[in-house]
Nanobody, 115 residues
């Protein structure tokens, strides 16, 4: 199982950013996918979830209405579109899946929201 995040960078408050997670080594279309984030000095927290076929999504209250999770099962990719970014969105963002009760994480991508 391999998960590779990309798209993180420095962005100004109010800006937008699109994160991608490329998955390989498992039957991607059969599994739900999640995004988490970890800010400096804080615990890793849930951001968003999407079901295997993409028909069901869930969001943390702090990002609902600003972030959108989607997936392309033909390309084995999950996307996190982030709009109206705030300084408190600064964190390392990770994608995650669970196979046979085992959590698999990517290496993370840094998002910094600052003027």
């Amino acid at each position: 199982v391999q998960l590779v995040e990309s798209g993180g960078t420095l962005v100004q408050p109010g800006g937008s950013l699109r994160l991608s997670c490329a998955a390989s080594g498992f039957s991607f279309s059969r599994y739900g996918m999640s995004w988490y984030r970890q800010a400096p000095g804080k615990e890793r927290e849930f951001v968003a979830y999407i079901s295997s076929a993409g028909g069901s999504t869930a969001y943390a209250a702090s990002v609902k209405g600003r972030f959108t999770i989607s997936r392309d099962n033909a390309k084995n990719t999950v996307i996190l579109q982030m709009n109206s970014l705030k300084a408190e969105d600064t964190a390392v963002y990770y994608c995650k899946t669970v196979l046979a009760s085992t959590n698999y994480w990517g290496q993370g991508t840094q998002v910094t929201v600052s003027s």
